[in-house]
């Protein structure tokens, strides 16, 4: 349910309000998405219903759908959304580039300068990895995220790094430019709560087994509390072949566009899990007019811990990049280079 | 990896492994599958190799499959375990029963009552629900949790509910008698870390999306953390059939025997989603060799908050419950009564 | 469409109303399922509108679903189908078993005598064998057939085979008492419309890759040509998990059987893929409410030219029968042995 | 099998060389994919072992994977098919466009026209439709074939229509100038051996629940028997996804390049089943490398008699193959326009 006040509601009356829902076992959060003072009302244990004349400077209640605020028809000129000095959602195609896995410092800043020079905007890479072994290696956790931070300092790139779970939110926002929710997670609800709570932006991978519809209400989940922020990224879904790891669900980039307001992008790593096949997952993306795309890089593939045959080398990251140019400018869209791109290393923070 | 000490290893032997192996970056913990003092080495953030020698009375390292301790071979006779006074892998076939939501004490009492005299053994109920929109009822947490123990008190049936973050895990293992991780969460690695450090059982859903494979590595993030009382239940996976809310893998059941030695449930509400389809899939279940099933049961199913469709009536419950005993017989397994089944209040606690 | 003819219509004025349609574009056909004198009046190349008043006799035109004449609703007490002197949809529950190709006279001979102790009711034997390689045994095509008639004489069993293209049709149909299309094939339409005019049952195996509906409207060209004696065959349906063949849909039995009239069964050998699964399979089909079952039996698994992992030895079939019976006097079915079943060998043909 | 003969092999050795194999039960067919004189030997009824020695002039006899003559290995450079004055699978983007159906000369001649004004370089259309329902719209058959080749004189545009059985083969032939095999047909292998064997191109759609392995395999039952004018089309395949009516699996086209020599089109017609998300799988088509594609288009989109729902107009195939003509520049591919594409009508045939 949304809570739409008046333009005049007092602050008072807001208070008042947002009061009154809590004790009927409602959560209210301010929607960010509108210039009116609509609030969200997010049932908590035994919600018990309203009535909008117990609500002074209320000017309408209104039941939502599990996509309301992200529905395109909400904000048809779409949202855009700022990481690390770049626009995702603009005329920009962005690139986010990095290894699967943060291994070492020199690892992440040798791929992290790599990717730079070749023209991605933003640096990935894992510190807290959900791994499907126990026994597998379970990421660097705090100490990659420093390693991220350190990088940033010295490559001027934005970091999107994944968090798995809500208890670890706190810590991964103090480090990381974007906070990545993986495929696994797309219905952790507990941790998109968290995520709707935070000033930072959200990249929202969609789960392998999980419908369109599903995802849009998972970001609801997020933009409902508040941080309209939020990035989706197509990473393949399940299906019977076997060939490639997922099959990369190209429609969903306009049928995302045609749905919501957010931004899209697509992560051809993951989607086809094979280096042979990412180009072309690439350029499909761009061409079908996704805003970006995710990659996973590496300074030396073969000696990658995680994801192995789906890293990229910087030479073939390069090529690829050099190849989706011309398509980018076919059809009207940028993708500039990082200021500091033609820097070898960068003795001091750059700010883009 | 897998650490075996000597059968005759000394107590100090062994706090010295576990804190060399913490200076290497394991978290190490006693695996209850054994009775030899065997140990789970799991690697956290920066893992560094370890060498036998390095360990006074150890006598091998043993590295580890990701479904290595859930694997038939080590434990060929099956593993039992026991909820509420009932033995989930032997001859009973253990019958779970209860509302999607808890709602009201009174709907959990009558229902409780209505199940408990078809036969049930355990009360399902959930008090926290994961929920696809965030504007729909998401249970009644705590409150919930004192309903069901109450509930418990006046029934002497044991409760199973869902857990759906490691922060919950805590205060859900003080009430309920076994925890249940949903589809959404069963690759919800924080939350199974937890759930392999505490005394209680676990029930573990199959995602929708997920293969066997992936959900035995799920299974083994508790296992190799202690707590082997761990019993799975097939859900349903998701395909382009629409009549049916998810397809039931039936040969998910044989398929788990060969492959585990935990036990397997199927629930065949959620597999189906229409009442009309779960009598046939209660049946199928057992034939099939299931340890058990799970069933939804609401007093008043057209009142239900959620799930409506596939809730059963009390009736229909103890219909499909008469139907199911001659099966059981055919083949060998019990459906024995609750030590209280023909009562209709229990004024105190039973104690089974 | 349908029309309706008046009870009383003469046969005159039914054949003008099949020229009269047939000069509209329409083939008509006798619909077998009422009693009433209704026909099929399906499509051909350019089908003009018709009107009723243009009918002389016409009761009326009724618009027909993709499904009407399959609808339970049909045929509320369901469609019993006799083969080779038993019935399917009955309270017996039906065997076929047999080897997935004729290979030898040897060897089926040999087989039908151990399914037809064991107590299998039908053979089943392909000679037609649509294979996913063009270099692969295709089949002993005539010589196949004939192989069966002479092992049909020296057992008594009736005769299932398949049918892999229009253009074999009279043929196979002299030789079996039952046709089977298929998973590859249940959308071949020209095949279906041609079973539709035959005078001999029909097995309509599910495609792998097929809804119940689409299989329910594949059924129904068939009936609309006149031939309903129809029986389903749930096969397994294609998922993304790999450990078994396919994914045996369980609760199409029952859906199948509150959707529509036409009887079951279930092959747990395709569905699963793997000899230890299948008993699992035929019990939970059992069970489940099918009205019988496929299975594969090679005299000699081992050496079977196709679909060897699945195949089952005589001893392993006997002892999934001697499973299956208790679960069938449970739920009140009947696993009758063939007349001739103690006979090693049968010198003449046995009439059942 | 594959017979390698001597490069110096007599006709009469040949001729005595399939007198053999015919012998022992395999038919033979000249590979035109090799210079050599190879030679298939395709299993019919028993067929049995061959020697060598037995054969003179034989050079090897080599078994044949399931892929062995489609697989890129096999023809390193790829393969050209040549269709109506256009190559399929060199440097053109080869655009087929359509409708659904033949309906009327008037429905197909304006269509036709306004495709090839666009740039479309085929026109599809289909005469035999095979439909869920038999109650539906069949095609017109001969009439439909007569209508197209009417339409072919008069705009110059090759044609590309579908069979959907053995039976038609010949007469489809006659007519057009690519026959298609369509989705649910991949694996009718009667209808693929009857291709092998004509001199026309062959357009095989991939099945909706089949894997690249198996459509590769189907597509050498063709290649096989001497038709190496074989042209690969993905249109989607079956996912739990419902919004779109099938999901393109883009990285097939990379995919197939990689295994195999044949050319690829995309469909992205079917493939999304709705008009909105058409241009975005075209493009997507384009850049990853497909050869070309097929696209539905119909003069008055809402007056199709069958997949309404995704039918462009006129005026929106112009505009999707205004915005593709950039990215074809961008990536080194042209979209040449047809010869007569400027004529308002053509009073005669135009060659091409």
Redesign the interface.
Known sequence: ?LVRMNAEATADQIGAMRKHLRSLGYETRRVSIFDEPVY?A??????QPVKVDAIEGCAALIP???T?LVSRATRPQGTRVRVGGVEIGGDEFVVVAGPCSVESLDQLLETALSVRAAGAHLLRGGAYK???????????????LQMLAEVRERTGLGIITEV?????VALVAEYADMLQVGA??M??????KKLGKIGKPVLLKR????????WL?AA??IV?RGNDQVVLCERG????????RN?????A???IH?LSHLPIMVDPSH??GKR??I???A???????ADGMCVEVHVRPDESVSDRDQALSPEAFDRIMK?LR??A???GRTMSHHPAWELSATPAAVTV
Chains 1, 2, 3, 4 share one sequence.
């Not at 997010?42 to 919600?47: F, R, S, V």
């Open positions: 349910m969200s997010l049932p908590e244990d035994d919600a939502a759908s599990p309301a959900p791994r499907t072994s126990t026994y597998s290696f379970q990421g660097l956790a705090k100490k990659g798995i779970g809500p208890e670890d696994r997670n219905q952790n609800f507990p941790l998109l789960g392998a087994g999980n419908t369109l519809d599903e209400s609801e989940y409902a879904i399940r299906t019977f072949e076997t060939y490639t099959t990369l669900d190209i429609s980039v306009a049928a045609e989607a086809t042979s096949l180009e072309s997952g350029r499909a993306a761009l061409a079908s007019g190849g011309p398509i400018s076919a059809i």
